[in-house]
């Protein structure tokens, strides 16, 4: 399965020429799933080439304007692509009264059904290949930090065990790789473990901002491939990030860190950054594998072999 994390936006509060307002997506294989819905969210995914009639879900973090005001224009126009398969969004307490609201005020309508689930975390989508969850985080407002896994993949298919077990070439191959028993023409069953490797772990990417350093997070990043995290302000006024409820790039860092992360990704910039390269280098002199997030970034999370 191919996985990829798109940001859309990667600035926080206000928006700028080069930093539009929270959004990231996650495309796995033909399948994508959208995190918050800042203003503008839309047009960045024209941008990126990404088609709204393959969302199978938004995840939206909190209920302030800069992570939701692209919800109502982004459903507006999905309304008119032909769809049946209905949408699920998931979010905090409130989140339902938002959007029938905008609903109700524009008057719009939409060919297919949209579920909102309120929540307070825990785990809001699964399937055969990844599974969603969610945890709070702590910021102004009661907000969630969200995690994709993949699920543990088969290990790899031992052609010469099978081979000596006279496994004959051909379908019992995929079947046994698809973790079935199969008897062999004399007879004997040969169990999937018998010619498979060690189980491969699955990827986990994290998506956390509008929040300060928190244990919860920690602990759902644990061993993540990729952490979006918050990082709206460089750490001389960690006072002032503190008060807001937001982290600076350091405090982001030592998360990740202390988390094991792969890779850090620091979203939510502050307008005031006009330059993101100081701010890089106080998060790599804790957590070296770091980058800033832009509009527009594509992150390949590549697969376990």
């Known amino acids: 399965m191919i996985i990829k994390i798109i940001i859309l936006g990667s600035g926080g509060t206000i928006p700028t020429l080069t930093r539009n307002l929270p959004a990231v997506a996650m495309q ?6 959208l995190f918050d819905c800042g203003e503008g969210t839309q047009m960045q995914m024209a941008r990126a080439k990404l088609s709204p009639g393959k969302l199978e879900g938004i995840y939206i973090s909190h209920l302030h304007g800069d992570h939701v005001m692209g919800l109502p224009g982004l459903l507006m126009s999905m309304g008119h692509v032909p769809r049946e398969r ?4 998931f ?7 938002f959007v029938e609201g905008n609903r109700r005020s524009l008057g719009f309508q939409s060919q297919f059904p949209i579920k909102i689930h309120e929540t307070m975390g825990g785990r809001l989508f699964h399937d055969d290949t990844i599974e969603i969850e969610a945890v709070p985080a702590d910021h102004s407002c009661f907000i969630l930090a969200f995690s994709l896994k993949e699920h543990e993949r088969p290990g790899l298919f ?3 065990e099978a081979r000596r077990l006279d496994v004959p070439p051909g379908p019992l191959y995929g079947r046994l790789q698809a973790g079935e028993i199969v008897t062999l023409p004399d007879g004997r069953e040969i169990r999937p473990e018998q010619v498979l490797g060690p189980a491969r772990r699955g990827r986990k990417m994290v998506y956390a901002t509008d929040t300060r350093p928190c244990d919860q997070v920690a602990e759902l990043a644990y061993k993540a491939d990729v952490l979006i995290h918050d990082g709206m302000f460089d750490d001389d006024i960690r006072d002032q990030a503190r008060q807001k409820h ?3 790039v350091v405090q982001a860092a030592r998360i990740a860190k202390r988390a094991k992360v792969n890779k850090l990704i620091l979203t939510h910039l502050s307008s005031r950054y006009h330059q993101a390269g100081p701010l890089l280098e106080q998060a790599r002199r804790i957590f070296p594998s770091t980058r800033i997030a832009r509009d527009l970034m594509e992150i390949k999370v590549p697969m376990y072999k």
Do not use: K, Q
Request: proline share 13%; glycine share 14%; charged share 15%.
């Open 158 to 160: 031992l052609v010469e």
């Open 86 to 89: 209905p949408l699920f969004i």
């Open 91 to 97: 979010g905090p307490p409130g989140l339902n009264d």
């Open 28 to 33: 796995c294989d033909g399948r994508l799933f």
């Open 246 to 248: 937001h982290s600076t």
